[in-house]
């Protein structure tokens, strides 16, 4: 799909400006065109985009590959790559997708490429339709609208993992599973994909903040700078959550543990017990003392009565005595 929208300061915006008529607009230094390529081919893509004389370079970039947050100043526009993350569940574990969004910024246009439907370029193009402050503001604006709302869709992720968290926490001391270490490890899979957007699409921020670019009018850095204050929040979070899963992996081994040792000692104390009784039952169970030395009462009635109440107390005395040693 590919969308136009063309305005100018004494005209609404068109939000189905022709593409045929897209040379004679960027004539209008005073205009303001945005130029949205959504799941296009690079055959259909590469003529239009050489149409504005971009280099072949960076044409390729925005079609072919996939790249890292990055700028590349090319004098008289700016080529601009960001990342963006979304979730999937997948037999109840939460998966990282990685999508590019693809962004050439001159003196009076704005040209985005992405292969799948975005939620902040869609929601940008329909806050341009109903109030058109937010084109008339010049293209470095309308871009920071677009990368402002990018980040914003950060949040709900953001919230979803921080519940999942809270979810593994209760269940490590509760009810612990193996499902529950697959999907504390699933979520520091998302949180180390989310990273490695952040920490470079913040130094793009910044450069956009900071550094001198022909396109982007001073006055506006101040609100690049803020979009680049909430990446460096979003960060901060992405840094806790990491050592919130950490810890709760930590815990999950540190339960594991200790159950495993609550068995063994349970075991350990059954096998304690049962001990002298094997060797009671086995030493009376000998029927070499009648035939051999005529020992008549070991077969006698008190001799039997004897012989459990030794079975019944041994138990007994040894749970006294590990006791009092703390065995128990």
């Given at each position: 799909?590919?969308?136009?929208l063309?305005?100018?300061?004494?005209?609404?915006?068109?939000?189905n400006?022709?593409?045929?008529?897209?040379?004679?607009?960027?004539?209008?230094?005073?205009?303001l065109l945005?130029?949205d390529?959504?799941n296009e081919?690079?055959?259909?893509?590469?003529?239009i985009?050489?149409g504005f004389?971009?280099?072949?370079?960076?044409?390729?970039d925005?079609?072919?590959?996939?790249h890292?947050p990055k700028?590349?100043?090319w004098?008289n526009?700016?080529?601009?790559?960001?990342n963006?993350?979304?979730?999937?569940?997948?037999?109840?574990?939460?998966?990282?997708d990685?999508d590019e969004?693809?962004?050439?910024?001159?003196?009076n246009?704005?040209i985005?490429?992405?292969?799948?439907p975005?939620?902040?370029?869609?929601?940008?193009?329909?806050?341009?339709?109903?109030?058109?402050?937010?084109?008339?503001?010049?293209?470095?604006?309308l871009?920071?609208?677009?990368?402002d709302?990018l980040?914003?869709d950060?949040?709900?992720?953001?919230?979803?993992?921080?519940?999942e968290?809270?979810?593994?926490?209760?269940q490590?001391f509760?009810?612990?599973?193996?499902?529950?270490?697959?999907?504390?490890?699933s979520?520091k899979?998302?949180?180390?994909a989310?990273?490695?957007?952040?920490?470079?699409?913040?130094e793009?921020?910044?450069?956009?903040a900071?550094?001198?670019?022909?396109v982007?009018?001073p006055?506006?850095?101040?609100?690049?700078?803020?979009?680049?204050?909430?990446?460096?929040?979003?960060h901060?979070?992405?840094e806790?959550?990491?050592?919130?899963?950490?810890g709760?992996?930590?815990?999950?081994?540190?339960?594991?543990?200790?159950?495993?040792?609550d068995?063994m000692?349970?075991?350990?104390?059954?096998?304690?017990l049962?001990?002298?009784?094997?060797?009671?039952?086995?030493f009376?169970?000998?029927?070499?003392?009648?035939?051999?030395?005529h020992?008549t009462?070991?077969?006698s009635?008190?001799?039997?009565?004897?012989t459990?109440?030794i079975?019944?107390?041994?138990?007994?005395?040894?749970?006294?005595?590990?006791?009092?040693?703390?065995?128990?």
């Open positions: 799909m590919i969308r136009a063309y305005v100018s300061p004494d005209t609404t915006p068109d939000m400006f022709p593409i045929e008529q897209i040379p004679q607009a960027l004539k209008n230094p005073e205009g945005w130029l390529f959504c081919p690079p055959e259909t893509c590469e003529p985009l050489s004389g971009f280099h072949p370079l960076a044409i390729d925005a079609l072919a590959e996939m890292s700028v590349d100043d004098g526009y700016l080529y601009i790559v960001l963006y993350n979304t979730l999937k569940r997948d037999n109840g574990l939460l998966k990282p990685v969004l693809d962004v050439f910024l001159g003196p246009y704005v985005t490429h992405h292969d799948l975005i939620k902040s370029v869609d929601e940008t193009w329909n806050s341009c339709q109903r109030d058109d402050r937010h084109t008339h503001s010049g293209p470095d604006h871009f920071y609208r677009i990368i709302a980040v914003m950060y949040m709900p992720l953001v919230e979803q993992i921080d519940a968290i809270d979810e593994l926490e209760d490590v509760s009810k612990p599973t193996h499902d529950t270490l697959e999907r504390l490890f979520l899979r998302v949180l180390l989310m990273r490695r957007i952040l920490t470079p699409q913040r793009v921020l910044n450069k956009l900071r550094d001198d670019y022909s982007i009018d006055k506006d850095r101040v609100f690049f700078r803020d979009v680049y204050d909430h990446l460096v929040r979003l901060d979070l992405n806790s959550m990491r050592d919130m899963v950490g709760a992996l930590d815990s999950y081994l540190s339960v594991i543990n200790n159950r495993m040792n068995i000692k349970t075991l350990t104390v059954i096998t304690t049962f001990m002298p009784i094997s060797f009671i039952a086995g009376f169970g000998m029927n070499f003392f009648e035939p051999v030395a020992l009462g070991w077969t009635l008190s001799a039997f009565y004897v459990m109440a079975v019944i107390l041994t138990p007994i005395l040894m749970i006294i005595w590990m006791r009092r040693k703390t065995f128990l």
